[in-house]
């Protein structure tokens, strides 16, 4: 029987889902090894072939695919770990990356942030001026030549990086989204002198107008890149010297997998595939549970992440912001704060207590791992309150140490502020859910929609016990937590059950709008690319699905919105019918009454994105039936727990989840104990397992 696996390379743990595609879905957790990854992930795989009773070889040889999610890219950008880069760009524009387009001040921050002018600063350069160079060319608006390219000084230019020893050069030409044959040529020039180097270019990885955004991730990309076919190029050698014939796939920011072969190319794609991983899998789950509109929260070891499904479709935005420097990458918009379950807790000069954003992280982890960590996390501080068993996670495995996580809060946290360690740890474990509430309001209100019309989602290892606390103010109906064969893996189950995607685009800034064969001409451009993009994966796929947008936005404002474009033929009705959409749209985030179509309205970029199906069907398994709702046969004991600073430590249930039947009912306090993961249902709430196995919790 075959096998679909899902690989999810946190910066704490390494999960791991193989799927049967016949209803069986079995799930392991293994610590991250960085520097060498890799060695996680054949960890993750051994586990799943023991839980399946087969070899790690033969689970391999049986596998269809292997969707990998990783931090890599991400955390390479974040911490600076890159490849040294050089920059060849039109002659007179090269400072477009040291100028910022007057916005490098304020671009990722805050509001708060925006308003503290005394504090703003530009970040560090991308890459140092010395790196950036110059070469005469110039197309125009149209994408006609005004002036050729000057070969032997593009040659010049790539012999002098060279001898600087750069790793990669990015190739970002003023008007290449329009016309790329310049950007072209010069790949060709430096592959005469260096025929191994990493070259990227805008035109390939971002055919956007703006020439800051687009420079800016044409070198990001080629930082990563580099990093990238590192890591992949021995994880796919190894596992096909283990067996492996099906393909390495790479999941992308956008929510889909590329082939692994493919991947470095377009690099930057892959900054937020970790975070994809999970909203995918609330999508798959939501298909199951007839969910429309879903908020996603993961609490891993290291950060809270929240996402949004509507109608059935997760929520993307056409880029994003790292270090202040902004990435043209669609991705699926996802919050998130370094507020995890190694999340450190101190207190600052100010006398006040901080949870994150620093992490724990694997190495060497929460104080009560006992592998040398000696600060305080928010998984020490659950330890303290009974929350955690000092059995510990893995069943077992993992024993935590009581008297390191009261040391180290004792130390950190308590003393400085007056408090006892008790009570220092109520304190990390309110910040922790206060936190994680504040970003759920700004993710779902700011984008215009009432908690009240969602079901919130809660994985991830730290997340089923924080997730009563951090979604009782918001007003949703239900929270759902994913147990059953994926517990706290779920965002590797995403990973398995995803499609192949694939996108492209182009700019084309005009008045709109616009008559049916500039449409035609468009999508027809893009689709073809789609096509092409597709036959280089060399997977076979079950079907493929094209869905359209259009970034449009008022004359004279800077940003746009993506906009749903129909997939029916084009008319002159067309146009009218995207402008409804935009309207209520830019209404919906806005306000009423705040759309304003006599100021004119414009296109900018034209975007087409295929889905394509593996036809592997990655679906959670439904679990036997109760014969009545009283739970009493999985109680496994009592523990004196701390969930609320007013009521104090009081003796709480505790049940297993292994002899949770569907149908069984819980009312809170309780505590629900999963080999990954633990769930937290305090007093006024209800619990309740359906029929996939997932504990439902309401409020009274």
Same mark, same amino acid.
């Given at each position: 029987m075959p096998y679909a696996l899902g690989i999810d390379v946190g910066g704490t743990f390494t999960d791991a889902v193989a799927s049967d595609g016949a209803g069986r879905i079995v799930s392991a957790k293994t610590p991250t090894t960085p520097p060498n990854?890799?060695?996680?992930?054949?960890?993750?795989?051994?586990?799943?072939?023991?839980?399946?009773?087969?070899?790690?070889?033969?689970?391999?040889?049986?596998?269809?695919?292997? @969707?990998?999610?990783?931090? $890599?890219?991400?955390?390479?950008?974040?911490?600076?770990?890159?490849?040294?880069?050089?920059?060849? @760009?039109?002659?007179?524009?090269?400072?477009?990356?040291?100028?910022?387009?007057?916005?490098?001040?304020?671009?990722?921050?805050?509001?708060?942030?925006?308003?503290?002018?005394? /504090?703003? /600063?530009?970040?560090? +350069?991308?890459?140092?001026?010395?790196?950036?160079?110059?070469?005469?060319?110039?197309?125009?608006?149209?994408?006609?030549?005004?002036?050729?390219?000057?070969?032997?000084?593009?040659?010049?230019?790539?012999?002098?990086?060279?001898?600087?020893?750069?790793?990669?050069?990015?190739?970002?030409?003023?008007?290449?989204?329009?016309?790329?044959?310049?950007?072209?040529?010069?790949?060709?020039?430096?592959?005469?002198?260096?025929?191994?180097?990493?070259?990227?270019?805008?035109?390939?990885?971002?055919?956007?107008?703006?020439?800051? @955004?687009?420079?800016?991730?044409?070198?990001?990309?080629?930082?990563?890149?580099?990093?990238?076919?590192?890591?992949?190029?021995? %994880?796919?050698?190894?596992?096909?010297?283990?067996?492996?014939?099906? +393909?390495?796939?790479?999941?992308?920011?956008?929510?889909?997998?590329?082939?692994?072969?493919?991947?470095?190319?377009?690099?930057?794609?892959?900054?937020?595939?970790?975070?994809?991983?999970?909203?995918?899998?609330?999508?798959?789950? @939501?298909?199951? %549970?007839?969910?429309?509109?879903?908020?996603?929260?993961?609490?891993g070891g290291t950060t809270f992440l929240a996402g949004l499904i509507v109608d059935g479709e997760p929520i993307m935005a056409p880029g994003s912001v790292v270090n202040q420097y902004p990435i043209n990458a669609a991705t699926i918009r996802v919050h998130t704060i370094g507020s995890g379950g190694g999340a450190l807790a101190s207190v600052d000069a100010g006398g006040n207590l901080r949870l994150g954003p620093q992490s724990a992280e694997a190495v060497p982890g929460p104080a009560c791992y006992g592998n040398g960590g000696t600060r305080p996390t928010n998984t020490d501080a659950n330890l303290v309150l009974g929350i955690l068993s000092e059995r510990g996670l893995l069943g077992g495995r993992k024993r935590l140490r009581m008297d390191l996580a009261r040391e180290a809060i004792r130390e950190h946290v308590a003393e400085p502020l007056g408090l006892t360690v008790e009570e220092a740890a109520i304190a990390i474990h309110e910040v922790q859910n206060a936190q994680a509430a504040d970003l759920l309001r700004r993710a779902v209100v700011q984008a215009g929609y009432d908690p009240r019309d969602f079901v919130a989602y809660a994985f991830g290892g730290a997340g089923p016990a924080h997730c009563a606390g951090y979604c009782q103010d918001l007003g949703v109906r239900e929270v759902v937590v994913p147990l059953g064969p994926v517990a706290s893996a779920f965002s590797a189950y995403g990973l398995a059950a995803s499609d192949v995607v694939v996108s492209a685009e182009l700019s084309d800034p005009s008045s709109f709008p616009v008559g049916p064969a500039v449409f035609e001409a468009h999508y027809g451009r893009l689709e073809a690319e789609l096509q092409r993009a597709l036959d280089r994966q060399q997977v076979k796929f079950h079907d493929v699905t094209v869905q359209r947008e259009l970034d449009l936005r008022y004359s004279m404002q800077v940003t746009e919105l993506a906009t749903a474009v129909p997939d029916t033929k084009f008319t002159e009705r067309t146009g009218e019918e995207i402008l409804d959409r935009f309207e209520e749209q830019y209404e919906r985030i806005n306000?009423?009454? $705040?759309?304003?179509?006599?100021?004119?309205?414009?296109?900018?970029?034209?975007?087409?994105?295929?889905?394509?199906?593996?036809?592997?069907?990655?679906?959670? +398994?439904?679990?036997?039936?109760? $014969?009545s709702a009283d739970p009493d046969e999985a109680l496994v004991g009592q523990r004196s727990v701390c969930l609320d600073s007013q009521l104090g430590f009081v003796r709480t249930p505790v049940y297993d989840y292994a002899r949770l039947r569907a149908g069984h009912e819980l009312t809170g306090p309780a505590i629900v104990e999963v080999p990954t993961t633990v769930v937290v249902v305090p007093a006024g709430v209800t619990g309740r397992v359906d029929r996939l196995g997932n504990l439902v919790l309401g409020y009274q």
């Open positions: 990854r890799e060695a996680g992930v054949l960890r993750a795989i051994e586990e799943l072939a023991a839980e399946l009773g087969i070899g790690f070889g033969e689970l391999l040889s049986r596998t269809d695919y292997i @969707a990998h999610g990783t931090t $890599a890219s991400i955390n390479a950008l974040v911490q600076g770990r890159v490849a040294d880069v050089g920059l060849i @760009a039109t002659k007179g524009h090269r400072d477009a990356i040291y100028i910022m387009n007057a916005e490098g001040r304020t671009l990722g921050r805050s509001a708060h942030e925006v308003q503290d002018t005394l /504090r703003q /600063r530009k970040p560090e +350069p991308l890459i140092p001026k010395y790196r950036a160079l110059e070469v005469t060319e110039r197309i125009d608006h149209a994408g006609q030549v005004l002036v050729p390219l000057d070969e032997d000084e593009v040659r010049r230019v790539a012999r002098e990086l060279v001898d600087q020893g750069v790793e990669a050069i990015a190739v970002s030409l003023l008007w290449s989204f329009k016309n790329g044959a310049h950007e072209r040529r010069i790949r060709e020039l430096v592959h005469e002198i260096a025929p191994d180097l990493y070259v990227t270019l805008s035109s390939e990885v971002s055919p956007r107008i703006r020439e800051f @955004a687009r420079t800016s991730t044409t070198i990001m990309n080629a930082q990563v890149g580099p990093r990238l076919r590192t890591y992949l190029a021995p %994880l796919r050698k190894q596992l096909e010297a283990g067996g492996l014939t099906g +393909p390495l796939l790479v999941m992308q920011s956008e929510g889909g997998t590329i082939t692994a072969d493919r991947a470095p190319e377009h690099a930057i794609t892959t900054v937020g595939s970790v975070l994809s991983g999970g909203v995918i899998g609330g999508l798959r789950l @939501a298909g199951q %549970l007839g969910h429309r509109n879903v908020i996603t929260t993961d609490v306000g009423s009454g $705040a759309g304003y179509r006599e100021a004119g309205v414009q296109a900018i970029t034209y975007r087409v994105r295929a889905k394509a199906s593996l036809g592997f069907p990655v679906q959670l +398994p439904e679990v036997p039936r109760a $014969a």
